[in-house]
């Protein structure tokens, strides 16, 4: 392939990743009636769940970044918080405020951010050690079989030129560098339909944290995330949002004891969604019981065998 053909791909790869996206925000706005993310929108539309000297917790929009770097005009959840509460910012710092952990643009939920640097090295070592509790929700196209599923399967970079610093996978795929171990356990809640097709509502803990983990260990499965843009290789643009939300997170350090839960947007109450439940399998707090017990022999484990 020459450079001509090889700058012609790139061009073209750039001009469909535009379109797409061009088609996902019409498809929210006009379709789903969504006012777009937007500094007049959504500044002042900060959701807290908990606020105290030591910690703010709150609760994320979907398709909403968490930062933004210097020419980038898009809002983000920094600029809410610092709206809300400008005596919070920190200006030594370069976005204004101390990181405990992420989440992905496209995922809603429970977003932790340490106030004091005591908080953030407190914070730091329950996520490094692994000490944290993360539950979160989401609808997962098909029907889950199995009730419990244990995943262990690395996760890498995807070094597919169309993909690349964009997507995760695992060493199924040829094109998987550097793979890590990743493990993420799943539980079903409830089982039904989305806007007509079979779908579950799953409750997953990631007890590693990988790069998009819980969207590469759906994939895996065969159950895509609803609305996962990226995973489903730009194919699943109808819905109104990606239906993967941090649902709750359990912290404890010297200074306090968190617990702090944003709730399920994930109801069939929200008839935008067309989520309509059909079959309950396991009710929430008996949930969070199981799924971080490594007690019991009917978990599924899933995992990629040694060649």
């Known amino acids: 392939m020459d450079i001509l053909e090889q700058i012609g791909m790139a061009l073209m790869h750039k001009l469909e990743l535009w379109l797409m996206h061009r088609l996902a925000n019409l498809i929210q706005t006009k379709w789903h009636s969504r006012d777009p993310m937007t500094h007049a929108n959504y500044l002042d539309k900060l959701r807290v769940i908990h606020k105290s000297e030591q910690f703010l917790a709150v609760d994320k929009h979907p398709d909403l ?8 005009n898009r809002l983000s959840l920094y600029e809410q918080i610092k709206h809300s509460f400008p005596e919070l910012v920190q200006p030594k710092l370069v976005h204004g405020f101390y990181v405990a952990h992420r989440l ?3 995922t809603s939920g429970v977003v932790l951010i340490p106030l004091t640097k005591a908080a953030a090295t407190q914070a730091a070592k329950q996520f490094e050690q692994r000490k944290t509790r993360k539950f979160y929700l989401a609808l997962v196209r098909g029907h889950v079989v199995d009730e419990k599923i244990d995943i262990a399967v690395a996760i890498g970079d995807d070094s597919t030129p169309e993909w690349s610093k964009i997507r995760m996978c695992t060493p199924a795929q040829s094109t998987c560098l550097n793979p890590r ?3 993420t356990k799943l539980l079903v809640i409830e089982r039904g339909t989305f806007n007509g097709k079979p779908a579950t509502k799953v409750l997953l803990a990631p007890i590693t944290g990988r790069r998009h983990q819980l969207r590469v ?3 895996f499965l065969g159950h895509l995330i609803v609305g996962d843009w990226t995973y489903s290789s730009r194919r699943d643009v109808l819905p109104p949002r990606m239906f993967l939300h941090a649902h709750r997170l359990v912290l404890n350090t010297k200074m306090e004891n968190l617990d702090v839960n944003a709730g399920d947007p994930f109801t069939e109450s929200e008839d935008s969604f067309k989520w309509r439940p059909e079959v309950e399998i396991c009710d929430i707090n008996t949930a969070y ?3 971080h017990s490594e007690t019991g022999s009917d978990w599924k484990t899933v995992e ?3 060649e």
């Open 181 to 183: 171990p990743a493990r």
């Open 304 to 306: 990629i065998p040694p």
């Open 217 to 219: 260990h759906c994939q």
């Open 289 to 291: 019981q199981l799924i």
């Open 104 to 106: 992905d643009y496209s």
């Open 65 to 72: 970044v968490l930062n933004t770097n210097p020419g980038d």
